[in-house]
């Protein structure tokens, strides 16, 4: 089984520039708890979750609506292809510990 039929295809991301009281707001109008971050370009460049807002901005003592979002994302984040098999990447997944990656193409 390949990613492509398990995928989401509805993407909510959220530009690196941005501050954390934007994506804390989408995350939340859209009821999610995590979205890729993308540059001007659109690469994805991070991930950003709810834990993140919470543990690196909040529980930090930084203004949400002075926080870049470069400043609290994970960057570096694992990805996955649409046409890989779900194994490997179920695998892949494992060994970097995270519950939630981007496909991209």
Request: glycine letters at 6%; one cysteine or more.
């Amino acid at each position: 089984m390949q990613i492509s039929e398990l995928m989401t295809n509805r993407v909510i991301s959220v530009r690196q520039s941005e501050t954390a009281d934007v994506a804390a707001r989408l995350l939340s109008r859209n009821n999610i708890g995590a979205m890729p971050v993308v540059d001007d370009s659109g690469t994805v460049v991070g991930m950003l979750t709810d834990r993140d807002l919470v543990v690196r901005c909040m529980a930090a003592g930084f203004r949400p609506q002075e926080v870049p979002i470069a400043q609290i994302m994970t960057s570096g984040p694992v990805v996955a292809q649409e046409d890989e098999d779900v194994e490997i990447v179920s695998a892949r997944m494992g060994y970097a510990q995270v519950r939630r990656i981007p496909v991209v193409r």
